[in-house]
């Protein structure tokens, strides 16, 4: 039988939701090009130490810029564009053929019943976010 894309996405969803699952995509390119500018006005300004407040204080005001952007796992999800969703249901789809299913009615209680899958679709999750879209999971 072949599985259907838009079931795994609401067991996905809902399995992330039950665990509270919340991502931040990393500005890493970001922080660095505010603390660049501000080691440069800094270097400007002050000259050599000038470089060096500059750039820890850049470096702190874009670690505190990227802090406390967390958003809810099943949103972004929901938000992928149908190539990335394709692509996260194919991997969790070599998990799920093991179960026997009809739809997501049927699926969801069968995964949440089981642990060892839980927590095989929780690290589908985690590996997608982290290298896919390079972001970083908490629960």
């Not at 809902?14 to 665990?19: G, I, P």
């Not at 796992?73 to 969790?92: F, H, K, S, Y």
């Amino acid at each position: 039988m072949p599985i259907n894309f838009d079931d795994v996405m609401r067991l996905l969803c809902h399995l992330a939701q039950v665990k509270g699952m919340k991502a931040a995509v990393r500005h890493s390119g970001r922080g660095a090009l505010l603390a660049g500018a501000t080691a440069f006005i800094g270097g400007l300004m002050g000259g050599p130490p000038g470089i060096a407040v500059g750039g820890a204080f850049g470096g702190l005001l874009g670690a505190w810029m990227a802090s406390g952007q967390f958003r809810p796992v099943p949103d972004i999800l929901m938000e992928l564009p149908p190539a990335e969703r394709q692509r996260l249901c194919r991997e969790a789809s070599a998990i799920l053929r093991q179960l026997h299913w009809a739809d997501a009615a049927m699926l969801i209680p069968l995964v949440m019943n089981n642990p060892a899958v839980q927590q095989s679709l929780s690290a589908v999750l985690i590996k997608f976010f982290s290298q896919g879209l390079n972001a970083k999971i908490v629960f």
